[in-house]
C-alpha cells in the first residue's frame, strides 16, 4: 500500500497559502514532515494538522488553543472530553466575538452622530 504524501508547494497550492506559513506551522510543533535531501515531506498526518491549525485560525483561535485541539484530535479514542474542551473553547471565543460586535455597533454609532453633526455644522456655516 503506498502512502500518500504532499510536498510544501502542494499543501500550499492546494490551502492557499504561503510556503512560509506552512515552515511557522513546523517552527510551533504542529507539523513535523520526513525529509527526503533537503525536501520536505508531509503525510496525511501533517495535512490534517494543517487543516486544523487553518480552520482554528480562521475561528480566531490564539496558537495555543489551536497547538492543544489539534493535540487533542491524536489523543484517545473516547472523544468525549475532547468535544467538551472544544464546545469550551467554542463558546469562549463566540462570547469574545460578540462582545467584540457589541463594541463595533456601539463605536460605528457614535461615528455616525459625530458624522451627521459635523455635516449639520458644515451646513450652518453656508
Known amino acids: 500500500m503506498v502512502t500518500q504524501t504532499w510536498t510544501i508547494s502542494d499543501l500550499s497550492k492546494e490551502f492557499d497559502i504561503t510556503p512560509r506559513t506552512i515552515r511557522f506551522y513546523e517552527d510551533q510543533g504542529i507539523l513535523s514532515p520526513a525529509r527526503e535531501g533537503r525536501n520536505r515531506v508531509y503525510v496525511s498526518r501533517d495535512r490534517t494538522r494543517l487543516k486544523l491549525a487553518l480552520r482554528g485560525k480562521r475561528l480566531g483561535f490564539q496558537l495555543s488553543e489551536i497547538r492543544d485541539l489539534i493535540d487533542m484530535y491524536e489523543?484517545?479514542?473516547?472523544?468525549?472530553?475532547?468535544?467538551?474542551?472544544?464546545?469550551?473553547?467554542?463558546?469562549?471565543q463566540r462570547e469574545t466575538l460578540l462582545q467584540q460586535r457589541r463594541d463595533l455597533e456601539e463605536t460605528l454609532t457614535e461615528i455616525t452622530q459625530q458624522f451627521l453633526q459635523c455635516e449639520a455644522l458644515l451646513k450652518a456655516k453656508e
Do not use: A, M
Not at 489523543?75 to 469562549?92: E, F, I, N
Open 75 to 92: 489523543g484517545p479514542r473516547d472523544t468525549t472530553p475532547q468535544l467538551k474542551h472544544y464546545l469550551s473553547v467554542l463558546h469562549r
